[in-house]
Every structure is written in structure tokens, then in C-alpha cells.
């Protein structure tokens, strides 16, 4: 394992393409990140801005919009709501401590007068009371509504690390966001921008056909098996098993670079586990090239004599090629 990292670390990071992208850290402003008010990437989903006061006559797009703005508001306050009631067309919430006399509470409903727009009804006004509730884990900072605040830094690097979004929502929110919360809200965002991870595997036929009519010459192999449900073989279905590719330019390049192919293999940790494997090689300079690519089950004997193979097929006819990998020969 430990992709790359031995081998980028001879090769430098400043004559290496890989590292040429502004890593995300670097938009954070770390001598005052206590004075912005707003993060950069955190997404209001509505014209409703946070720090904005909710009023009666406010409209919203959507029911998810007044329950986002909804919590936004008892974030920054530091309250919380218990929802009193929530249906299609009415959402109406009020302060736990309603019974003491507090007369925060909020009526929304979608109106049909306003192109089934919501709105909201009734405004009970600040909370007159102290909260108790002030814990380490606001009860209603949860993960779908962490995911809407950070669709725009996933959007803008999918890497990034669930530290960095425990460090954002808890600077946006005084609240502390436990990592396991964080990481199922980074889970959901890039479900949203990217897509759901079994629509994925089914785009994979279409995208690799389109990438040999884009790009000529270059070639994928997809292995599939059949597909079992309750004992019996569903004809209608395929299941994945391993897929090979390589694009024609990289082919052509191997002519012209180092014969040296580096392969080396890191696991997927979506929801399909599987190893992706992929074969570099070097120019006169150093530039790392990648040569070809494939998404197998394990890094078992058969994968990895399948993925050679392929490069020896596909990528290269050339003699005397040395072969550099992690792989010890008693696995
Ligand atoms: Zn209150």
C-alpha cells in the first residue's frame, strides 16, 4: 500500500504535476479565522442569509429551506427546537421551553396564493429564555444539515479531511461535531454531488465507451459475472467484477520515457470495497506518467496477473522492462 508516497518522495513535489493543485487548506486565512463571519463554502440554501432575522411574511423555496434557515437561527443563538408539527404543507416549531413561558415559536406553510412558496405565519419573537441545553453536541446540528453546509468545500475538493469540517462547523456554530457525525456528512455530500455510488458502478459501461470514442485507440476491459439473487441467477443483471483501462496518448508517451513501470494499489473505501491498481512510469525529468488503470477486487495473484497482462497487451510490446512494486512473492 502507501501509494505513491515512496515514490513521490524522490521526485520532489515542486517538478511534480500531482502536486501542482492548490491543496484546500490554503484558503484558509489561519491568522484571523475568527473573523470571518461566514466561511468561504458554506452554503446557505436559500436568499435567506444566516445572522438574518426570520420574520412573518419571510418566504422560502422549499420546506427543506425553512427547516435549514429554522436551524441556522438556533445554532447561532444557541437554542434548540422541538418540532411541533411537520407535513406537507405546514412546519411549525417552538422553544422547548414553552411551558416556562417562552414565546419563541415559528409557524411556516406552503400557500398556494404564492405558487405554493412557504412562508412564515407566525413569529413568536427571540426566546425571553436561558437555554440549558448549552452541551457539546447541539442536538440538532446533524449530519444532513452539516451535509448542506459543506456542500460547497466537497464540491471544491472531495479530499478533504473530517478534521477540517469538524474545525469549520464548530467555528460557524460554537459546537463541537464528533467525527464520526462528520464523516457521515461527508459521506452524504459527495452522495449529492457526485451522484449515489450504485449509479456510479452503472454509468461505468457508458463512460468507458464514450472515453474510447473521445479518444481513440485507447482501451478498457470490464469483467463481469452473473448476477445471484436468493440462489437463483437474475439474467436482467450483471454484477462488476473488475474493470482494466488505459488511454492511447499515455500508450504512446511509454515510447518516449524511462522503461520503468511502478505499480502500486490503494483500497477504495466507498461502499463497494476493491483495490484500484495503477502502473506509472517516468519521463527523462522525473514526471510521473500514469500508464493505465484498473479497479479489481484485492490485490489477490489473479488481479494483479490480469492487470499485467492488460499493460502487456494493451500498453506495451517493449522487451526489457523493469517492473517496480510493493508486492512481496509470498502473497
Ligand atoms: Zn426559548
Known amino acids: 500500500m502507501g501509494i505513491y508516497l515512496t515514490f513521490f518522495s524522490h521526485v520532489g513535489p515542486s517538478n511534480n504535476p500531482f502536486w501542482t493543485e492548490t491543496p484546500h487548506y490554503s484558503y484558509i486565512d489561519w491568522n484571523h479565522p475568527d473573523q470571518e463571519s461566514w466561511y468561504r463554502g458554506l452554503d446557505v440554501p436559500n436568499s435567506w442569509r444566516v445572522g438574518d432575522e426570520l420574520y412573518i411574511g419571510l418566504r422560502f423555496h422549499t420546506k427543506n ?15 434548540t427546537f422541538v418540532v411541533v408539527e411537520s407535513g406537507q404543507r405546514v412546519f411549525s416549531v417552538k422553544c422547548p421551553n414553552s411551558n416556562e413561558g417562552c414565546p419563541w415559536k415559528l409557524r411556516a ?38 451535509c448542506c453546509c459543506i456542500l460547497g468545500m466537497v464540491r471544491e475538493d472531495a479530499s478533504i479531511s473530517i478534521s ?17 457525525k462528520a464523516w457521515k456528512a461527508k459521506q452524504k455530500a459527495i452522495e449529492r454531488v457526485y451522484g449515489d455510488w450504485s449509479d456510479s458502478y452503472d454509468l461505468l459501461p457508458r463512460w468507458l465507451d464514450r472515453m474510447v470514442e473521445c479518444c481513440p485507440g485507447s482501451v478498457y476491459k470490464l469483467e463481469t459475472t452473473e448476477y445471484v439473487s436468493n440462489n437463483i441467477v437474475d439474467p436482467n443483471f450483471r454484477q462488476f467484477r473488475r474493470v482494466f483501462w488505459t488511454f492511447k496518448p499515455a500508450c504512446d508517451a511509454f515510447n518516449y520515457t524511462k522503461p520503468i513501470i511502478q505499480i502500486d494499489g490503494t483500497f477504495l473505501y466507498g461502499k463497494y470495497r476493491g483495490t484500484l491498481l495503477i502502473a506509472t512510469t517516468q519521463d527523462g525529468n522525473a514526471r510521473v506518467l500514469p500508464l493505465a488503470f484498473a479497479i479489481v477486487e484485492g490485490e489477490t495473484l489473479s488481479d494483479w496477473s490480469w492487470f ?5 497487451r494493451y500498453v506495451t510490446r517493449k522487451q526489457g522492462i523493469c517492473l517496480i512494486s510493493d508486492r512481496r512473492g509470498n502473497e
Open 65 to 79: 429551506d425553512v427547516q435549514m434557515a429554522v436551524k441556522h437561527y438556533s445554532m447561532n443563538a444557541h437554542q
Open 308 to 312: 499485467l497482462s492488460n499493460i502487456r
Open 164 to 180: 477540517l469540517i469538524q474545525e469549520r462547523i464548530s467555528g460557524q456554530f460554537n459546537y463541537k461535531v464528533s467525527y464520526r
Open 109 to 146: 406553510i406552503m400557500s398556494s396564493k404564492l405558487n405554493n412558496k412557504w412562508v412564515i405565519k407566525k413569529w413568536g419573537g427571540t426566546h425571553t429564555c436561558i437555554n440549558p441545553m448549552l452541551s457539546q453536541d447541539h442536538n440538532k446540528l446533524d449530519s444532513e444539515f452539516i
